[in-house]
């Protein structure tokens, strides 16, 4: 059977379905954290991974760089208006990557605080229309875990966003682990998104244009998941509950091997680092895993994905602003698959795993 990919060029706009549309990756930034990334900019050392992604969004005068920076910044008309134009009845909105990851450790657990306070008011502003993620600082992992319990318990926001790596290091190392155990605790999922790559990876990605979201963000997320997985995390904190996007970083088209090379390679006893864990990686993705397929309008790998995850374990995203397509939602009500799935896909899984009444 070919596998067809959808027709991005015959656009149609979304008509009224009998389901909500919660998409639930959906970034945006503070204008104070955009001057905090001029300053960074400006001492001429920042990272290239950062130069390349935020550093190009900021300065660039293409289309599609002044369109991310302007709904980045809006919590109101703009993204209200790009919500209805395309049938999106509730966005699921974190702090844009990399959030205050790229913050020496006293700003980003500052500003982590503000940010929050400002999506809060956002959402109380909006509140049939907007739910908030937590931003925390991973370079503090005890001020992480402070933070996420007073954005469950002080401002409602019941799910947390991290921007994959923090300065290159990962939170597959136990010193990162008190932002599982909070995590845990409340009962709140983590989104793991992506970040610019860091400075070990990016040259061979950045040389030939491949290290943004076409391919490099899939790459080191999937890495960090893994790692995560690997590390022996879900075994500490069984009912850590993780989200990943973009079809799952792919790691469920990898899944068969990824579990007859874990195995295989603690057997080995090759490496110190890989040691045996309790399930099978894919027992974990199942299990403790969530999937949206931001960026992602393909209905085979959507249902792939719920084939191998289940139906409750897959949820919509747009990926808004950096991939605003209309059509897309379209193609997606138009998905071959029962309307009960089909709801789930779009709003009750979203309201399940992000606590939305």
Not at 111 to 129: C, G, I, M, W, Y
Not at 225 to 243: E, Q, Y
Not at 266 to 292: A, L, Q, W
Request: aromatic letters at 10%; proline letters at 6%; hydrophobic letters at 40%.
């Amino acid at each position: 059977m070919e596998l067809k990919l959808p027709d991005l060029n015959n656009p149609r706009r979304p008509e009224k379905v009998p389901y909500q549309r919660i998409a639930t990756e959906e970034a945006f930034a503070p204008p104070e954290m955009i001057e905090i990334y001029r300053k960074i900019l400006d001492k001429g050392d920042a990272d290239a991974g950062f130069r390349g992604l935020m550093g190009f969004y900021m300065s660039s005068p293409s289309e599609r760089a002044q369109h991310i920076m302007r709904c980045l910044t809006d919590l109101d008309q703009i993204r209200l208006q790009h919500m209805d134009e395309a049938g999106i009845d509730k966005q699921v909105i974190a702090i844009t990557s990399p959030g205050v990851q790229v913050m020496d450790k006293a700003t980003a657990v500052s500003f982590s605080k503000l940010a929050n306070d400002q999506l809060a008011e956002a959402v109380r502003r909006h509140p049939t229309r907007f739910v908030g993620m937590i931003a925390v600082a991973p370079q503090d992992p005890t001020a992480a875990a402070k933070e996420i319990e007073r954005g469950v318990t002080k401002l409602g926001m019941n799910s947390v966003i991290i921007n994959s790596h923090t300065q290159g290091e990962y939170l597959s190392d136990p010193k990162f682990w008190d932002i599982f155990a909070a995590a845990e605790a409340h009962d709140a999922p983590i989104y793991l998104h992506p970040n610019a790559l860091p400075p070990k990876m990016l040259q061979p990605f950045q040389e030939c244009g491949l290290d943004g979201a076409i391919y490099g963000f899939g790459v080191e997320t999937g890495l960090h998941a893994m790692r995560i997985i690997t590390a022996g995390v879900f075994d500490r904190f069984p009912k850590l509950r993780m989200i990943i996007g973009h079809m799952g970083e792919a790691l469920p088209f990898w899944a068969y091997r990824l579990d007859y090379m874990h195995q295989a390679t603690v057997r080995s006893k090759r490496y110190d680092s890989m040691k045996p864990i309790k399930k099978r990686p894919s027992d974990y993705m199942r299990e403790n895993f969530y999937v949206t397929n931001s960026g992602v309008a393909w209905e085979h790998a959507i249902k792939f994905t719920q084939a191998f995850m289940g139906v409750d374990r897959v949820l919509y995203a747009m990926d808004y602003p950096y991939q605003y397509a209309v059509d897309e939602v379209t193609m997606l009500d138009n998905m071959d698959m029962s309307l009960e799935d089909k709801t789930k896909f779009f709003q009750t899984n979203a309201e399940s795993v992000f606590k939305i009444s």
